[in-house]
């Protein structure tokens, strides 16, 4: 359904462009929970940005995307314009800050409404209270009104939610869909996003730096490290052994109720540490050898639907 190719953003500066995203390949399957998780800075907003065609102005970025049998050049980002909020729904993380504070909350999915499939303004309104009570913005008929310094975290974002499925989209990408949200509400919000998925057998693209939200959703996971997709499995054969030391160590370091020790990453961003040539991980491999400092490693197959990027996976 959704098919990525060769993805690549960076930033000029300095005579030079920081590659961002180095070049990703993947797909989403209709249906599909496909996860994105890594530390912070390893380019899973950008990539989440780029499929939306939302990247900054100031970015450059190239590949292709194929979707709905049409091929779409990050290069190109109006291309984007008739797709996003219609076949494409965004979910970011901060819904305060998307959300218009001068506007009453039910416009963001009104005006969706009226623009990609040409309701009119009394139809669109009916549907957004509609949208509202099933999402449990309640009582929707005033909640869409009210304006959103007088909605808690969880309801503005399930106003976001409103927003971006409103017109059905085939795909939504949620970038850091609950992190600024506690435990209960999260755990609503991620229930709403499977109910939706299972619905309309729309491939969710699940971008977190929460392993534990990853587990409990997607059904494969894409672990991305400076920029680069270092390991592409289902999540059971990810959480069972981990074959890329970087995820080896992402595994390590997340609290566990049945062990007492914190591991940590090592510090050091690793897009910092991504040079031109070599492994993105090599500054802080326990594994790392000469081959990993001047040879740059490839995503290869291990076994069908697994794929890991790294000179000397852990087999
Ligand atoms: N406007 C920008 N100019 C330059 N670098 C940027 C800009 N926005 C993001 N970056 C860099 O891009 C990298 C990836 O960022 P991002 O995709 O937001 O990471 P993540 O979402 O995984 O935390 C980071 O190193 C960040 O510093
Ligand atoms: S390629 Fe080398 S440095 Fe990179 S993760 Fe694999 S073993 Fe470590
Ligand atoms: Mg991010």
């Not at 930033?11 to 998780?37: H, N």
């Not at 909020?85 to 959300?99: F, M, N, Y």
């Not at 989209?169 to 999260?186: G, H, M, N, R, Y």
């Amino acid at each position: 359904m959704l098919e990525i190719r060769e993805l690549k953003v960076g930033f000029p500066g300095q005579g030079k462009i920081t590659w961002v995203v180095r070049g990703s390949f993947f797909s989403a399957a209709a249906g599909e929970v496909l996860g994105i998780v890594g530390e912070s800075g390893s380019g899973k907003s950008m990539t989440a940005l780029a499929l939306t065609g939302l990247l900054p102005p100031e970015a450059v970025a190239a590949g292709k995307m194929i979707f709905l049998q049409q091929t779409f050049n990050f290069t190109k980002r109006e291309q984007w314009q008739k797709i996003r909020g219609r076949e494409i729904g965004l979910v970011l993380q901060d819904p305060a800050g998307s959300l218009n504070p001068l506007y009453p909350v039910g416009r963001a999915v009104w005006e969706a409404l009226c623009y990609h499939l040409n309701y009119s303004e009394k139809k669109a309104k009916q549907e957004a209270e509609r949208i509202f009570s099933a999402l449990g913005i309640l009582p929707a008929a005033k909640r869409v009104r009210q304006y959103p310094h007088q909605l808690s975290g969880g309801l503005k974002q399930r106003v976001m939610l409103a927003a971006a499925i409103c017109c059905r989209p085939k795909v939504l990408i949620a970038d850091e869909p609950t992190t600024a949200l506690d435990v209960t509400v999260q755990a609503q919000i991620l229930k709403l996003l499977y109910s939706y998925v299972e619905e309309q057998r729309a491939a969710l693209v699940l971008i977190s730096h929460d392993l534990g939200v990853i587990a409990q959703m997607a059904a494969r996971v894409l672990v991305m490290c400076g920029g680069v997709i270092v390991e592409d499995a289902s999540v059971y054969e990810l959480f069972r052994q981990p074959l890329h030391p970087y995820t080896q160590l992402l595994l390590a370091s997340q609290p566990r109720l049945d062990r007492n020790m914190l591991h940590t990453l090592p510090p050091g961003t690793a897009a910092a540490a991504a040079g031109e040539e070599g492994c993105v991980f090599a500054n802080r491999c326990q594994y790392r050898r000469q081959k990993c400092l001047t040879e740059e490693p490839r995503l290869k197959i291990m076994t069908p639907g697994r794929k890991v990027c790294c000179h000397y996976p852990l087999v």
